[in-house]
């Protein structure tokens, strides 16, 4: 009897702790989730801070929707256009930089339409489309899907009108996306971190890299707490300082696989909102 009532008091008396426990909900992209960055960086961040993160992880456009609705503190994604009208909007900010890397276009080894090695990313979509090589697309309104269609659109080609026949949208994050590539042997666009951390590559290769075109930049956000008074504020600012502050900046820099650095910071002070 007595034994049960110290147990009774013991767990009394430790609901305080749990109930004082410090979070912050930050919404962010598949690619920092499934390229494995944020499951190296929030245990750094909670062991520095005591501040435990749950993190949302979406295409950008469905994250900055989250934001916008309140249902997170921050948010952490890579559009940088839609970042702005979300600044713009006054959903949040002020945005800053953290981080960069770029995109990659993968596809089979056996590359239908001819684009291996090439550098110029206009001229090999252009080449996709003429050999109507299967061509699979997130489909979702992410930074990625953003980004693909930004390079459609430079490329001059309209690739709606191949939909259902070479054109794939799966409407699915990056994981999927190349799930889907690998299994149709089609090609694919995809952030260099998630295709780093990817196993089931099966027959896929990057095909093409290195166009200036390919950039890939990284913001974070608080979410403006005017309107949605129950931001944590505090919290959430603690983080956006601590990623970009030098702590911060070199745990993204030590973040690699293989041997090979996925993230490169490059911080900068806030950017005025239009």
């Known amino acids: 009897m007595f034994r049960c009532l110290t147990l009774v008091m013991f767990a009394l008396l430790s609901l305080p702790a749990f109930a004082q426990e410090r979070s912050i909900t930050i919404a962010s992209t598949t690619s920092t989730e499934q390229s494995g960055l944020f499951g190296h960086l929030l245990p750094i ?46 959903a949040g900010g002020p945005r800053l930089h953290v981080m960069f890397n770029d995109f ?56 709606v009108a191949g939909r259902g026949a070479w054109y794939r949208e799966v409407g699915q994050g990056m994981g999927p996306a190349l799930n889907t590539a690998a299994a149709q042997g089609a090609y694919v666009l995809a952030d260099r971190g998630t295709w780093l ?13 290195g166009d200036a075109r390919l950039f890939n930049q990284y913001g974070v956000m608080l979410v403006n707490p005017r309107r949605h008074p129950h931001v944590k504020v505090a919290d959430a600012q603690r983080f956006i300082d601590w990623i970009v502050a030098p702590a911060g900046q070199a745990a993204i820099a030590a973040y690699g696989i293989g041997g090979e650095q996925l993230f490169f910071p490059n911080a900068t002070v806030p950017e005025p909102v239009s």
């Open 45 to 90: 961040f909670a062991r520095e801070t005591g501040i435990a993160v749950r993190v949302v992880a979406l295409g950008t456009g469905q994250a900055l929707n989250v934001g916008r609705r309140g249902d997170a503190d921050l948010v952490f994604v890579h559009d940088r256009a839609a970042e702005e009208r979300f600044v713009a909007d006054g």
């Open 104 to 159: 990659v276009l993968v596809g089979p080894a056996a590359d239908p339409a001819g684009i291996a090695s090439m550098r110029d990313t206009n001229e090999a979509l252009r080449r996709i489309a003429a050999a109507r090589g299967p061509f699979v697309s997130r489909g979702d309104r992410s930074g990625t899907h953003a980004a693909e269609l930004r390079l459609w659109q430079l490329a001059g080609v309209d690739p």
């Open 197 to 209: 951390a990817f196993r089931n590559r099966q027959d896929l290769r990057i095909l093409l890299e």
